[in-house]
């Protein structure tokens, strides 16, 4: 099935992921209809031409899907940007900070128009509080009304952005929008099977979020119940796949079922003469796993070990030898034959690649003289390591972490989850089935002691020397040459040179480890004002790999914010510190995500704080000072007059004085004046208004600049006349959210900045990026080159829908 297998996959590749350029694509596919038509007509097979056939094959899939997708995915006139009222299907929810995410699918218009594809509706509690929108009584399949705008899925446009677009694309969610009113449900429709998951959600509740939300994951695949804190403690000691329902769970719930029905037929000796036992508990092994995986909702990795569970069993009903690994090659085919675009999910890759690894070679290194106790536990040992040396490059690049103490956290853990965890969970999710809620609650807290138990391992291990390490993009080479290395290490161990196979391994390790880590160099200055919706988000990265961050926005409890988005971006640059962290005042729009990108970030260098009474009582800001003691940071306290030297870069406070308490918290703001290097001057004002403004005129204490980030995101209680002719600034950026319902920067303000002749961007439409320190302007005077901001789109994706729209 090898060559079969990477065929289909490569062919289906070709088509959909965007990073194979068209040229390889045509080469590839003109190859392998040479190499197939030579093989048909000459009657004979070439040692590639197997590959060929299914390679074709796979292409032809791949493009056929992705126009499916467009069509699902193309939204016609009359459903954006205005009032309609919609009624659909609720399909998942999702419980979010601040309301509900409901994923819609089977939606029609109030003029009987159906939407092919699937709508996000996020419905927020209204002045009646949670009773006006009841959607915690809701279940899926139940059929709802609502009053809404939609709009389709748009990208923030960043270095190293997130195609969101495309994540939407393929999983056909064609609009997203928010319920305006009070959202009705029409009837219900829930299956059996969501009143049993709903049993269990009961079953679960009062046991705390920490231990409960992963209780929710094992049992019903819904991982965002988990804390941020206790999924980074996971995804740092590389144990999050305890957390995916993958072969290692299917795996376990197949086996507890066939020993209990082995254990119950065994007791009488009619049944063991007249039955086929064995084949009988076989077969209701696989039933339970099957149930179980309907159960989690069909995950990728789930599929996976769900068919190759069947296949195994199949095999063994027909007497038939099956080869594992040909079982998993097909299992991957059948996969991407039911849903191609599963060819880009890295759960997949991450799940086949550990099986991969193990069938190839965990039998080669057990021994069958030792006792039981210690093949187990040395098949335990061997297994895990297998899979993480094989999923090593992987999971740096999903998790963009270094799992250092992956082995010890899994050699803990997963006996702690397989043996104690997941069986009371399984037999509590089986009393909340049959309606014995109060049983199944027990269970599930005797499951929580041992998550509890777990939690507290993998928070230890995170505080171990170097633990978790944020990595820097890795380049695809780095990941070649580490397979490559494994490769040999493989060649070795099957050659019976064990020696030179560790110290081959020691190398790959060691040299991937040190490149991997290693952060890359800034060779020129660079100021950049993120796309991050209606919030401020701003990078300086000067010449030498100096990084000063301002701000960074983010809604309470969201998981996404402009800190993620910040880190992600700079880990892209090949940076994983900060050298100072500024926070202009407390508020989301400005701080809401700053600790999520102090989270992600390897070292913290200064936090830059106003000193004024507000600030000093924060909650949040206490939060973000002791992250940033953690990664080895010091605070600055900033006040009106203060100087400091960032880099050769001068700092000037301008704002505020000191002891200022003022009763409107955007005159908190730090307003800083930097002097880099080569002269070019910035004003960072955060969101003072007119006010200060004022005092600031007055006080004769405002520069003239070259690039003005625009106070308070171009408001009209800001930027008035005379304080834009003091600053004369060359550039000005708002940083805005797009179709902000604000309308910022509002027009007022836009004119005061052309009449004052300065180029006025906003991030609206993707972040602002400047050189500044490689242009000079027409009188030899340091000046900033504005840059191409990146484009995030699909190639492949564009054309689909082209194709769509035009000719079918």
Excluded at 87 to 114: P, T
Excluded at 267 to 280: K, T
Excluded at 634 to 652: I, M, N, P, Y
Aim: hydrophobic fraction near 50%.
């Amino acid at each position: 099935m090898l060559l079969p297998a990477t065929g289909w996959a490569a062919g289906i590749a070709v088509a959909r992921v965007d990073g194979i350029a068209w040229q390889v694509m045509c080469a590839l596919a003109g190859t392998s209809i040479l190499i197939a038509l030579y093989g048909l007509f000459r009657k004979t097979r070439l040692p590639g031409w197997m590959f060929a056939c299914f390679l074709i094959g796979g292409f032809v899939w791949g493009w056929v899907s992705l126009v499916s997708d467009a069509a699902r995915f193309d939204t016609p006139a009359g459903w954006q940007d205005r009032p309609i009222r919609i009624s659909a299907m609720i399909v998942a929810m999702q419980r979010q900070s601040a309301g509900w995410r409901l994923s819609l699918g089977d939606v029609q218009r109030d003029d009987g128009q159906v939407l092919a594809g699937k709508l996000w509706l996020y419905v927020y509690p209204q002045k009646g509080g949670e009773a006006s929108n009841p959607v915690g009584a809701w279940l899926p399949g139940d059929r709802i009304e609502a009053d809404a705008v939609l709009h389709v899925p748009r990208n923030h446009h960043n270095p190293s952005g997130f195609n969101f677009m495309a994540w939407c694309f393929d999983r056909h969610i064609a609009l997203l929008g928010s319920a305006r009113g009070e959202v009705r449900r029409l009837s219900a429709g829930s299956s059996r099977m969501e009143h049993v998951r709903q049993r269990i959600r009961q079953g679960i509740e009062g046991i705390p979020e920490a231990r409960g939300g992963v209780i929710r994951a094992l049992l019903l695949g819904e991982r965002q119940a988990i804390p941020e804190s206790v999924y980074n403690a996971f995804a740092s000691t590389g144990a999050a796949h305890l957390l995916a329902i993958s072969g290692l769970h299917v795996g376990l719930v197949a086996g507890l079922g066939f020993s209990l029905i082995w254990w119950l037929l065994t007791r009488r000796e009619s049944c063991i003469v007249y039955l086929p036992v064995r084949g009988i508990a076989l077969a209701g092994g696989v039933l339970l796993a099957m149930l179980y995986a309907q159960l989690a909702g069909w995950p990728l990795p789930t599929q996976r070990a769900a068919m190759m569970l069947a296949a195994a069993a199949l095999a063994w009903w027909l007497r038939a030898r099956a080869a594992p690994l040909n079982v998993l090659l097909a299992a991957l085919m059948l996969i991407l034959l039911l849903d191609a675009s599963a060819i880009t999910s890295l759960s997949l890759w991450l799940s086949f690649t550990a099986t991969a690894g193990i069938l190839l070679w965990a039998g080669k290194a057990a021994g069958d003289d030792s006792p039981v106790w210690r093949r187990r536990v040395s098949g335990l040992f061997v297994v895990t390591l297998l899979a993480w040396l094989a999923t090593l490059p992987l999971v740096a690049d999903v998790f963009g972490r270094l799992p250092v103490y992956s082995l010890p956290a899994n050699l803990l853990a997963t006996p702690l989850y397989t043996l104690f965890v997941l069986p009371f969970s399984l037999a509590g999710a089986l009393l909340a089935a049959i309606g014995w809620g109060s049983g199944a609650h027990a269970l599930f807290s005797l499951a929580a002691q041992g998550i509890g138990v777990g939690n507290q391992l993998l928070d230890a291990i995170c505080h171990w020397p170097a633990s978790g390490l944020w990595l820097p993009d890795i380049p695809w080479w780095l990941s070649a040459l580490y397979a490559l290395g494994m490769a040999g290490c493989a060649w070795l161990i099957t050659n019976r040179r064990r020696a030179g196979a560790l110290l081959l391994l020691c190398l790959t390790l060691s040299a991937y480890s040190a490149v991997a880590i290693s952060e890359g160099n800034v060779d020129a200055s660079r100021l950049i004002a993120w796309d991050v919706g209606q919030g401020s988000a701003i990078s300086l990265t000067l010449r030498g790999g100096q990084v000063m961050v301002v701000d960074a926005a983010g809604r309470p409890g969201a998981r996404f914010n402009a800190g993620v988005t910040m880190a992600e971006g700079l880990r892209g640059m090949g940076l994983t510190h900060i050298d100072v962290l500024v926070i202009s005042h407390d508020q989301s729009d400005h701080a809401g995500g700053v600790l999520s990108l102090v989270k992600r970030m390897n070292h913290i260098g200064e936090l830059w704080l106003a000193d004024v009474p507000a600030t000093h009582r924060s909650r949040r800001i206490g939060s973000i000072l002791h992250a940033v003691a953690q990664r080895g940071g010091t605070v600055r306290w900033l006040r009106q007059g203060d100087e400091v030297v960032f880099a050769g870069a001068k700092t000037g406070v301008l704002w505020p004085p000191a002891g200022w308490a003022a009763s409107n918290g955007n005159n908190d703001s730090l307003v800083l004046h930097l002097r880099l290097p080569r002269g070019l001057d910035l004003l960072l004002p955060g969101d003072i208004e007119t006010p200060v403004e004022q005092s600031l005129l007055e006080d004769g204490r405002l520069p003239a600049c070259d690039v003005l980030l625009v106070p308070h995101h171009g408001s009209a209680t800001s930027s008035t006349t005379g304080f834009i002719a003091a600053l004369a600034p060359s550039i000005a950026i708002a940083q805005t959210g797009f179709a902000n319902r604000y309308g910022f920067p509002v027009e007022v303000v836009r004119q005061r900045y052309r009449e004052a002749g300065s180029r006025l961007f906003d991030t609206s439409g993707g972040a602002v990026m400047l050189a500044v320190d490689a242009a000079m302007d027409s009188g030899g005077q340091p000046g900033a080159q504005l840059l191409e901001t990146p484009r995030i789109y699909s190639e492949r994706r564009n054309r689909a829908l082209q194709w769509w729209r035009h000719f079918l």
